[in-house]
């Protein structure tokens, strides 16, 4: 297939300082509120909220520092807890517990998030909107609660980092169902509410859920990351809840959404290499991403190797609905955000061609509404199948990362 013509879609990308110079010039220079050293006391009990293996943060750079920094103000060792954000996440294994870690593994107690487990949980009572808030007992009788994670692209919070760090990172599982389930419009409307989208904040009701829910834990210190696609820190920013992270989603913005002056009739669509591809639920991001890069009734060839199958046990049992109204109404009755997932999977694969590279089986593959290729080669040369004979081709080598965005009306 001539590919001659194909447009590489990706961002230039460099760190402005070393990983400890951009950790250290954030903690000094908090937005929203005053530096850890005015916020926390010697003697009181810190728990720090990091997030799990499938979310590389770079937290085995800032994690030494802000530790480092708590011990200066007169907080021992003993008395910082690290909280794995799983929110409904499998359990962490010690090698993934060292990696996230670092140097500090072995060191301070680190303890997994448990969201089906009601002695392990507080309720907080609900928002606005009626959501539960079931948070972690650890996190809620800790005296200061520091948030920490990195920003990206997400498919219907907008934004990834900042208050997801709590919800759903250590909330129920009742919660963590309660407060996605704004992503569909009410049941008069049906379908997936307009604002509920990639890089969009403003009037996204599933966004304005989490944000509420998490300010009810009444975090007293965020940091956030924004990574490079060689997962080099390019920012680091601290302080408030919801000023810091809206400042790591305009660098997000600005570094990663990339313009196209019209779409493509294929895209060719890596995820970015491990953990962005460790399951199907991780590579969907890419695929999401991905999409808006091509026509209506485009060709997605999709590199996501799933070594870790779907990524959840009960995602693949939805795709026993193959009809996309019967889908919605059974997710309308029973939220998950799997299912959910899984959904939108369904959803773009009937708007566009899919053919996925990865371990999953044929049958599998198919039954998600994508077809099966063993290799790039082959995939090509299934592609070519009812495209131009030399079609607009749109390369994304980190498609987890990368928004495309087709400036043609």
Known sequence: MPLGNARLLTRTTEPPADPETLVRRALTS?????????????????????????RYTGSEHYLPIL????????????????????????KQTGGEHRKILGSLYGRIAVYDHECDDPDQLVDLGTTDS?????????????DRVIVTGTVGFHYFAGFGGGRKGLVPGVASRETCMASHFAVFNP??????????????????????????????VKPDFLLNTVLSPAKELLGVFCGDLEQAHLAGCELVRESYQAELSEAGDLAIVSCGGQPKDINFIQSHKALDYGVNAVREGGTVILLAACPD?????????????????????????DYQ??????????AKARRFRVILISE??????????????????????????????????????????????????
């Open 30 to 54: 908090p937005l929203g509120t005053p530096p850890l050293a005015e916020l926390c006391r010697p003697g009181e009990r810190v728990a720090i909220v990091t997030s799990d293996i499938t």
């Open 67 to 90: 530790v480092e920094e708590l011990n200066r103000i007169g907080i021992e060792d003993r008395a910082i807890e690290i909280i794995i954000a799983l929110g409904i996440h499998r």
């Open 130 to 142: 009626g959501i539960p808030v079931l948070i972690n007992r650890r996190v809620v009788e800790a």
């Open 187 to 216: 049941p008069e409307v049906g379908g997936k509410h307009p604002r509920a989208v990639t890089g969009v904040l403003d009037g996204n009701p599933v966004h304005l859920n989490l944000l509420q829910a998490a300010r009810m």
């Open 309 to 333: 199958g779907f990524g959840h046990p009960t995602f693949f049992d939805w795709f026993r609905y193959q009809d996309l109204d019967e889908f919605e109404a059974a997710l309308r009755a």
């Open 337 to 346: 955000i799997n299912g959910q997932t899984a959904h939108a999977t369904l």
């Open 360 to 409: 999953l089986s044929e049958t599998q593959t198919r039954s998600m509404g994508m077809e099966k290729a063993t290799n790039l080669s082959a995939a090509l040369a299934m592609a070519k199948a009812g495209l131009p004979d030399e079609p607009k081709t749109v390369l994304i080598p980190d498609g987890g990362t990368i928004l495309p965005r087709v400036t043609s009306s």
